[in-house]
């Protein structure tokens, strides 16, 4: 059983999404730290003007240091009107926009108050109709532990995990050796990105999940296959 910790993010990145397909467990990692200019409360779309940033107003002032779990959106702004116009705008002519349009638009009119929760639920929204497995386990439901390398073999675990995978440049980040010796077998993963069809010129990086949803809808996730997204090491050196 492979495990992966994600932090949270609103519609996901492709990038992210291809961790999620090649793990078991999914630690969704609500404890972490919020950050600003992150993809926490944003998402990266294509538009017929090229990229654009959906974002999500939310409150930060006189609460540094608050949990991802902990940040509310501020509804003061008229954010989802935004989003859905420029989802719809965007994507009317992908091929997939009128199958999934309708949930994505009860989804973003729902009225949502703490970031976290939607961000989950966007997050299993794009996996749900990618056919993309895997369970998610909010962090804030595991020991606390703030070492990094024990708490992968913790979390892992908790999660009866055998094995951790994560991006190749958090490397530096853990004492691999250390979680190996713990019986949990460490894999790094190289990410390549995915070509796939794209409205709007020229292929574009960098963007959420959402975009190769709304253009290649149940083939997302033979897309990921097919192109090797993830090369997973056989052991991590």
Known sequence: MKLTVVQPSYFPTVQTVSRIAAADVVVWAETFLYKKNDTINRARIKTAAGPHWLTIPVLTRGRKGQRIADVQIDSSHHWQRAHLKSIRVSYHNSPYYLFLAEEIVGLLRQKWINLNDLALQSAQLLCTKMGVPGAFIKSGELPVVRDRSERVI????????????????????????????????????????????????????????????????????SVLGKNALVRQDEKYE
Not at 161 to 171: E, R
Not at 180 to 206: M, N, W
Request: proline share 3%; glycine share 6%.
């Open 154 to 221: 913790r979390w892992a675990d908790a999660c009866g995990c055998d094995a951790y995978l994560m991006p190749k440049k958090d490397a530096k980040y853990i004492d691999a050796a250390a979680i190996e010796k713990a019986g949990c077998r460490v894999t790094a993963i190289e990410f390549t990105y995915p070509r796939y069809h794209q409205l709007f010129g020229s292929f574009v990086t960098d963007l959420s999940a959402l975009d190769l949803l709304l253009n290649e809808g149940e083939e997302s996730k």
